[in-house]
């Protein structure tokens, strides 16, 4: 039984434990007259029935799912000749590789040896009886607690309560799998940082000059001792990031108080939606765009007036990410000065406040709260946007505040180090995790003074 229909067949048998359940429910309350003699509704117990039914079925699948790989290429090495399982470590993952690969009929059996073959035999005989005894295991745990709930149920058990609770264990346990999720990416970023920073100091890398990551990373290679200050990626990350900023808060922010406060039902309903189109455009689409025509004719504009404008710039990249992130603006600004109560306006028209005054001192302060979100949150946009940079600003690392020049963003310099042939014990590579890490603490920071100004300004209008 392959994953996706064992997957339904347990879908099914958590219907007919709900089915199962609320038919108890009935029998042991002597019939549709006695519900009264239940503490909770039928429809609860076959809830409680088919939760405890669907929990160690889905248990055991995605145990299962998670490790069986692992599981399976151990068997299958067991059984591979001696010379093949004390192969070094780096031809025996290979093999392991060209293994996967060739029962993923991602590769042709010619394409490798022999012993790979026979391994990729015997993977999918093992395979195949490993998911006739995940099928079995996984239906029989289900119906093992089908059987014991169905047995407990009783008119005073009370199933609302009990499933209620189940449920919050549930949302418990995602909650607590987006926790130890998030730790486990920042914790891999900073152990690979901590790596980086034995082979470069912490000071060249973060008050450094000259960025230029290329060096060998092999024996037979040549290449630079590399230079890893990341001054000149900080410089252009703030700079485009800057540009974006200034095109998109006054453009959204003005955008969101001439809807909320200004327009009439019908202009609403047709220019919200226009703007929010902005935000489901690919950014590829807005790189093509950026550099086939944005640049082209800042460079014409600027030759007019006498300025040197490169084919790739900051300003160029700006423009368009600005234009990108005005919908992140708009959108949240409206939803924050529509919330606010009507009596606030009411209460300043009364004092003989004028609708632009109204705006100023009374719906923006009040709404300030969301508003620095929604500016957050473009702001974070900017920051991570790689794929307008890579065809709008170019990967020169230039250390410059002319807008007019290229520049490089952190982001792309991390696509950049990642991409290719690379090693993971060589500073070149390691590079894009301190770069992440410092990423991250930039966020932080943000979020931190974005908290303070909320709490702040809650504080003063509650």
Not at 136 to 146: D, K, N, R, S, T
Not at 161 to 173: K, Q, R, T
Request: hydrophobic share 55%; with cysteine; charged share 10%.
């Amino acid at each position: 039984m392959t994953p996706a229909v064992l997957f339904a067949a347990i879908i099914a048998l958590v219907l007919v434990a709900f089915q199962v359940g609320k038919a108890r429910s009935l029998t042991v309350a002597g019939g549709p007259r006695g519900i009264r003699t239940l503490h909770s509704l039928p429809g609860h117990y076959g809830l409680l029935t088919a939760m405890w039914c669907a929990i160690p079925s889905l248990l055991v699948f995605g145990i299962w799912l998670a490790f069986q790989d692992a599981i399976l290429i151990r068997m299958v090495l067991v059984h591979l000749p001696a010379e093949v399982q004390h192969l070094p470590k780096a031809q025996l993952g290979l093999m392991i590789n060209d293994l996967r690969n060739l029962v993923a009929g991602n590769i042709a059996p010619e394409s490798v040896a022999v012993s790979t073959r026979l391994a990729a035999v015997e993977y999918l005989h093992l395979q195949s009886i490993a998911r006739l005894a995940l099928s079995a295991l996984a239906m029989v745990a289900g119906i093992i607690g089908l059987l014991v709930v169905r047995a407990r149920i009783r008119p005073d058990l009370r199933a609302r309560n009990a499933f209620e609770s189940l449920i919050e264990w549930v949302l418990f346990g995602c909650s607590g799998i987006a926790v130890l999720t998030t730790l486990g990416i920042v914790l891999s970023i900073v152990f690979e940082a901590v790596r980086f920073f034995t082979f470069v100091p912490l000071t060249d890398f973060l008050f450094g000059l000259n960025w230029s990551p290329q060096m060998a990373i092999r024996a037979d290679q040549v290449g630079s001792s590399g230079s890893f200050g990341a001054v000149p990626l900080f410089t252009g990350t703030l700079l485009i990031s800057a540009i974006a900023m200034l095109v998109a808060a006054p453009i959204g922010l003005f955008s969101a108080i001439f809807i909320a406060e200004y327009a009439n039902r019908r202009v609403r309903s047709v220019v919200k939606p226009l703007l929010e189109v902005l935000a489901g455009v690919p950014t590829v689409v807005y790189g093509f765009f950026a550099a086939l025509t944005i640049g082209p004719l800042l460079r014409v504009w600027g030759e007019a007036f006498g300025f040197n404008v490169s084919g790739e710039s900051a300003l160029s990249a700006g423009l368009v990410m600005g234009v990108m992130i005005i919908p992140f603006v708009s959108s949240l600004a409206d939803d924050m000065i529509t919330a606010v109560p009507q009596s606030l306006r009411d209460g300043a028209y009364a004092l003989g406040a004028t609708r632009s005054e109204t705006i100023k001192q009374v719906v923006l302060r009040a709404a300030l709260p969301g508003i620095v979100g929604g500016l957050l949150l473009a702001t974070s946009r900017a920051i991570g946007e790689t794929m307008i940079v890579v065809m709008a600003a170019g990967l020169a690392s230039n250390l410059t505040a002319n807008p007019f020049e290229a520049v490089t963003t952190v982001t792309v310099q991390i696509v950049t180090l990642l991409v290719g042939d690379q090693e993971f014990d060589s500073p070149k590579t390691l590079a894009a995790f301190a770069l992440g890490l410092v990423l991250f603490v930039i966020t932080l920071v943000l979020n931190v003074i974005a908290l303070y100004v909320v709490r702040k300004y809650r504080e003063q209008y509650e």
